[in-house]
């Protein structure tokens, strides 16, 4: 099978442009035609602790680039399968949102708008956080599509209803998902200790059709069992709070919670969930460079999301 390094430019990860994957850049959203649509929302202003986060889309771009290497796809022994084959994988990176300083409601605006043109051209929207406030109008771009089920991966539950007149910060985002009424339910994974959301927040979420489990939960249950919980056959928005994972491969958080997630647990999870409906949407959020020794943080987002976008066009039926 022929692949980049057979001609032309050997185009090694540090030389070039840096987008996600060194996939075309195209900031004319109006002109997407891809399966997958990258975007960047570089927003921090609804952290309550340490800001970074904006720093996450550059980050994770740079990242990425590690595994840009010309192959004709990436090939995986354990399952004998080349995803992301370079034949027929259409991704573009369609750039930033533009975020306006101190304001909140524009930038998050912008960030609706992007989303809502990667889905009118017919795409899978992938945005880069930012904080997990950015959430809030990635679903709220949903309004005009068929239901969706949303599945966090999280140390936190991120059900604040309001703190301080504050409705849209990075502790609120699922509590708005859950009043939509194109949101059928949400699956909470990876929620543990000390956590932002107090006890009545939790009891508000499962009366809104939450399932809550941590990660002590999910390894006794194991992944099979943890997918069944999810509702089969449906339309599945995925968010992913990179602090669900244990500091000890993902430090570059402004909340690290230690007990968390390895990047087995949740690729397995991501991969059974490929196959049990059809993702429709994801977000990856809170990583900040700042605090990232070594740059692991955004190394592990790059690789995920990878991952996770080839099983996902593997996986997809027409």
């Not at 202003?45 to 904006?54: D, M, V």
């Amino acid at each position: 099978m022929a692949h980049g390094y057979e001609g032309g430019r050997l185009d090694l990860p540090f030389v070039g442009i840096c987008t996600f994957g060194k996939y075309p850049l195209q900031l004319h959203w109006d002109r997407i035609e891809a399966d997958v649509a990258i975007l960047g929302a570089p927003f921090d202003l609804g952290t309550q602790w340490r800001s970074g986060a904006r720093s996450g889309p550059r980050a994770i771009r740079e990242a990425s680039t590690l595994f840009a290497f010309g192959h004709s796809g990436a090939y995986d022994h354990e399952d004998d399968i080349t995803y992301l084959p370079a034949g027929t994988t259409r991704i573009v990176d369609i750039g930033d949102a533009d975020m306006i300083h101190t304001d909140t409601e524009q930038s998050h605006a912008n960030i609706e708008l992007g989303v809502r043109k990667i889905l009118k051209a017919g795409a899978l929207p992938v945005v880069l956080g930012g904080d997990h406030s950015i959430n809030i109008p990635c679903i709220e771009a949903f309004s005009d599509e068929e239901p969706i089920h949303i599945v966090q991966f999280d140390a936190h539950l991120d059900f604040v209803d309001e703190r301080h007149g504050v409705r849209r910060g990075h502790g609120s985002p699922l509590r708005r998902a859950a009043e939509k009424p194109y949101v059928t339910g949400l699956t909470q994974l990876g929620i543990r200790n000390v956590s932002s959301t107090a006890r009545e927040g939790y009891e508000a979420a499962r009366a809104m059709g939450s399932d809550i489990l941590s990660v002590r939960q999910i390894r006794k249950l194991g992944p099979e069992a943890v997918l069944a919980r999810i509702p089969e056959g449906r339309r599945y928005y995925v968010t992913i709070d990179i602090d669900g994972f244990d500091p000890s491969i993902a430090p570059g958080t402004g909340t690290p919670s230690h007990g968390g997630f390895a990047y087995y647990e949740v690729l397995e999870l991501l991969d059974g969930l490929a196959q049990r409906g059809r993702v429709v949407g994801v977000d990856l959020v809170e990583v900040a460079r700042e605090y990232d020794p070594g740059g692991v943080t955004s190394i592990l987002a790059a690789q995920l999301l990878l991952n996770f976008i080839g099983r996902i066009l593997h996986h997809r039926t027409p």
